[in-house]
């Protein structure tokens, strides 16, 4: 899967209102390590965009990598299966997913569909 770094077309500073819909409309899946912002204002800007992203725990560029070797598989899957918005969380336990910025965070399958854990 071909990969662009964020700097390569835009600011570092953009505001993700700008390139976020930019990069939706190129079709491309969005993988960061800043986990979504913790003032909410980028999973809200992905979900109304229809962006799917790959949203990694960790940051240190060797954990994302062996977090991308581990799980890829199955959020390669789980992307392929579901349209925008779709927000796929990765550490190095799970793999989950939503489809929505404030619904449950579902686990993926290793055939990339979406469940919840109730008991």
């Not at 960061?32 to 790959?54: E, F, N, P, Q, Y």
Request: net charge positive; with cysteine; charged share 25%.
């Amino acid at each position: 899967m071909p990969c662009a770094l964020h700097t390569a077309r835009f600011e570092h500073d953009a505001r993700d209102e700008d390139w976020v819909p930019e990069v939706v409309l190129a079709g491309s899946v969005i993988v960061t390590c800043d986990r979504g912002r913790s003032d909410g204002i980028m999973l809200h800007v992905l979900c109304a965009a229809k962006a799917r992203a790959v949203l990694l725990h960790s940051l240190l560029p060797e954990e994302q990598a062996e977090l991308l070797e581990s799980h890829g598989s199955r959020v390669a899957a789980c992307l392929a299966k579901y349209p925008g918005p779709l927000l796929v969380k990765v550490t190095k336990s799970e793999v989950k997913a939503r489809t929505a910025p404030s619904g449950e965070w579902l686990q993926v399958l290793g055939n990339g569909k979406m469940r919840s854990k109730k008991k």
